[in-house]
């Protein structure tokens, strides 16, 4: 083999190899900048490009996902002069290569700082209370001020979270009695709700007890009343019985002796005992009538003869 040969070979192979070097494929989620002669010329996206040998490179490969960076403890001061430490997380993504690219020299530094001198301005208008209790406040206020500033970037600012709030330990150690004398007051309030709550069970449950009691009284004295009017109602009953036979028996005794036609003197004799049943020996004075009075003395003198024989 010739020299010609041999050169015509070896420019074969470095025309292969740089034509392969001038084939770029593109993964998803990735965007690259290409330059011609140290200008923009394009953008790629996804799939397969073919860029101009010698004069074409890739200036910039860009991630277009959604990324994190944390970024170290600030120092700021608050509204009432308390310098505590903040450190926060930046949640973005990029949306213009180009402008990424070409528009802040390093953009990660570029966030940092705005981050911190936004944050600074925020804290600035809080008092430390505000700030232990507004996060989510915060939080938005810096997002929407981060996201304004980098959309020149080509930067979308999608979230901002304070990670760690730290304030100084004189402070901290003032949180924790307040925290602790706080649990203790709510400790205490609990025991106390619970032994009112107690309270008002056992004065209700007394109230109820007094309440039955003095029901069940009263049923008992209803049905006593009850009873005993019962007991009247049949004891009156039964001397109404007892009047009613009496009459009765007496005016079946006038029916009998209306019946038989008893003559003047028995009529009188009868009168006569009533009289002596009357004054049954405590009456001093009886009044007999006249007709009486000689039927009285006729039935001495049938005595006397009696007596006599």
Same mark, same amino acid.
């Given at each position: 083999m010739?020299?010609? &040969?041999? +050169?015509?070979?070896?420019?074969? +192979? ?16 990735? &965007? ?8 923009? *010329? ?6 397969i490009?073919?860029?101009?040998p ?12 959604? *990324? ?5 403890p *600030? ?6 002069n308390?310098t505590?430490?903040i450190?926060?997380v930046?949640?973005y ?6 402008l990424?690219?070409?528009?802040? /020299? ?29 996060? %989510? ?32 330990a004189?402070? *901290?150690d003032?949180? %924790? ?6 649990? /203790?007051?709510r ?5 106390? /709700? ?12 007394k ?6 009691e ?8 209803i ?8 007991a009247?109602i049949? %004891?009156? %009953? =039964?001397?109404?019985?007892a ?5 009765q028996?007496n005016?079946? =005794? ?14 009188q004799?009868k009168?006569?005992e ?16 006249? /007709?009486?009075?000689?039927?009285? =003395? ?12």
């Amino acid at each position: 083999m010739d020299t010609v &040969a041999i +050169i015509l070979i070896v420019f074969g +192979i470095l025309v292969l190899l740089i034509l392969a070097s001038c084939v770029k494929i593109v993964p998803q989620a990735h &965007a690259y900048i290409v330059e011609r002669l140290g200008g923009y *010329q394009a953008t790629w996206d996804v799939g397969i490009h073919m860029k101009a040998p010698l004069i074409d490179k890739v200036a910039k490969k860009v991630l277009l996902k959604e *990324q994190v960076v944390d970024f170290p403890p *600030q120092p700021v001061i608050t509204k009432d002069n308390v310098t505590m430490k903040i450190d926060t997380v930046v949640f973005y993504q990029i949306t213009d290569p180009k402008l990424y690219t070409y528009g802040v /020299e390093n953009p990660l530094m570029a966030i940092e700082n705005l981050t911190a001198t936004t944050l600074r301005n925020i804290i600035g208008d809080l008092e430390l209370d505000e700030t232990l209790t507004s996060r %989510e406040i915060i939080n938005t206020k810096m997002r929407v001020s981060l996201d304004v500033a980098t959309d020149p970037w080509g930067i979308k600012v999608n979230r901002v979270e304070l990670k760690n709030i730290i304030p100084p330990a004189a402070i *901290q150690d003032a949180m %924790e009695k307040q925290m602790k004398a706080e649990r /203790e007051r709510r400790e205490a309030i609990l025991i106390a /709700e619970g032994e009112k709550r107690s309270a008002i069970l056992v004065a209700e449950g007394k109230k109820e007890s007094a309440i039955l009691e003095a029901e069940g009284e009263k049923q008992a004295a209803i049905l006593r009343a009850e009873a005993k009017k019962e007991a009247t109602i049949k %004891e009156a %009953e =039964g001397q109404a019985e007892a009047i009613l036979a009496i009459q009765q028996a007496n005016a079946d =005794g006038i029916r009998f002796l209306n019946e038989a036609d008893p003559q003047s003197a028995v009529i009188q004799l009868k009168s006569l005992e009533a009289f002596a049943k009357a004054a049954d020996g405590k009456a001093t004075k009886i009044i007999i009538p006249s /007709e009486i009075q000689g039927l009285a =003395g006729m039935v001495k003198s049938l005595t006397e003869v009696g007596k006599d024989e």
